[in-house]
């Protein structure tokens, strides 16, 4: 299901946080739950795994990550605000000690045309500050967006352990 290379990315961050006794979750809105599909395809990824939010509309994140509706009115559904609070969320509302949000547009709907594969994500160790990057990945394709997202997001995640 997943590219030779998504799988290595996704074993290299199971490894990292086998090493230093780290659960992950995901929060997810852009790619609907691909991050941990990538984690979960990978063979004995169940010491590691804990938790996958799918939170794919503003309620969805405001009932499930606690994602404030004022940085949702104010910032937007895809914003660096709502890609942290997404994170903080997944942290709080899991036992894991690691987390990786996501919220973007994949297109080929959603968005004024120069938006679509705008993607926001943010990584958090719990105790830490969490780590943003924005991606703009352009109108590449829907499914194009959503593999990039998902390459970008673990190695993100890398970055915090």
Do not use: W
């Not at 503003?58 to 004022?70: D, F």
């Not at 990584?123 to 829907?142: M, S, T, V, W, Y």
């Amino acid at each position: 299901m997943f590219s030779k290379y998504i799988k290595d990315l996704a074993t290299e961050t199971l490894d990292l946080c086998r090493k230093n006794k780290l659960k992950i979750a995901t929060a997810e809105s852009l790619t609907g739950g691909l991050i941990i599909g990538a984690l979960t395809e990978i063979p004995g990824s169940s010491d590691v795994v804990e938790f996958g939010f799918i939170t794919y509309t503003s309620i969805a994140k405001q009932k499930s990550l606690n994602v404030s509706p004022a940085t949702l009115n104010s910032f937007g559904e895809v914003s660096e605000q709502t890609a942290k609070e997404m994170v903080f969320g997944a942290l709080v509302e899991s036992e894991a000690s690691i987390a990786i949000s996501i919220t973007g547009i994949a297109g080929p709907h959603g968005g004024e045309k120069e938006s679509i594969g705008l993607v926001h994500m943010a990584a958090q160790k719990l105790g830490n500050d969490p780590l943003h990057e924005k991606h703009q990945f352009g109108n590449i394709g829907r499914a194009e967006v959503r593999e990039a997202s998902i390459i970008a997001a673990l190695n993100l995640l890398k970055k915090v352990v």
